[in-house]
């Protein structure tokens, strides 16, 4: 694990936190929804692979949604999202395990779990089809993964350059994000992800994270090797409590068939004049 010194001070707290939670006292077996074919689905439908976020409140954002996470999570699927992450951080996100519960009974889509899992204690908490591993919080990755793997979770490695890429690769990561968001100084930059995904393996499902907000974005992000997306304030849309979470999902999971049918209108606009 990085030093804490190296994070931002909110990082730093989050990271206090996890370590003076309690973990699960025995081990929590699931039989996972898979994603890779949940993304495949998706790509089938000629939706963007989505994974919408569930996210109450964060560090970053500017508000919270109050709204019911059952509800918020059917109207993401709703919108086309192939999968749904649930924040189960309590303090800094305003998340639970129950809300995480309660979204996996109600959806079809597969779930992940996102918090800070530092250790085996920390996996056994809740079920869910993925989890998610942040490299530079974990000292024994490949452990860990291991004990997510044993227990049916598929573990989602999420990596910030290529050091850490490479680190996820030989623990033998298979789902791997890239988050674009610094945990230094929590800046997003778009650039992060694509400086990595040149080194990601063809047989690696690659996710991009953070940074998010636009179908320009997403078609950015594609364009540089995302499989899927990892989205959360852009759909949440904190700022605005009663902004439509289904639009918010469907506008990114259609970003490529909208761009389709607006170089489609520009053509005929051109042969007409």
Do not use: C, Y
């Amino acid at each position: 694990m990085n030093s804490d010194t190296e994070l931002a001070p909110a990082v730093q707290s989050i990271l206090e936190a996890a370590r003076e939670r309690a973990g699960g006292e025995d081990d929590v077996n699931v039989d996972a929804r898979s994603l890779p074919d949940a993304l495949a689905r998706a790509e089938a439908d000629g939706r963007v692979p989505v994974i919408a976020e569930v996210k109450p409140t964060s560090p970053t954002a500017e508000g919270t949604r109050a709204d019911d996470p059952v509800e918020l999570a059917e109207a993401m699927v709703e919108g086309g999202a192939a999968a749904i992450s649930v924040l189960t951080e309590p303090t800094h996100f305003g998340g639970s395990s129950d809300a995480l519960t309660r979204i996996r009974a109600a959806v079809d889509v597969p779930v992940l779990r996102k918090d800070f899992v530092l250790d085996a204690d920390g996996i056994d908490v809740v079920a869910a089809d993925l989890l998610l591993l942040i490299v530079r919080f974990v000292d024994d990755l490949e452990g860990l993964v291991d004990a997510a793997r044993e227990r049916g979770f598929q573990p989602l490695v999420e990596v910030h350059d290529r050091a850490e890429l490479e680190t996820a690769l030989e623990a033998g990561a298979e789902l791997i994000g890239v988050n674009n968001r610094d945990l230094a100084s929590l800046e997003v930059d778009l650039e992060t992800f694509e400086s990595v995904a040149p080194e990601v393996p063809d047989d690696v499902t690659l996710i991009a994270e953070s940074g998010v907000s636009s179908p320009a974005d997403v078609r950015r992000m594609r364009e540089a090797g995302a499989d899927a997306l990892l989205v959360g304030s852009a759909i949440m849309d904190h700022g605005a409590g009663d902004s439509d979470v289904t639009e918010n999902t469907r506008r990114l999971t259609r970003a490529e068939s909208a761009e389709a049918t607006g170089q489609a209108d520009s053509r005929t606009e051109t042969d007409q004049t």
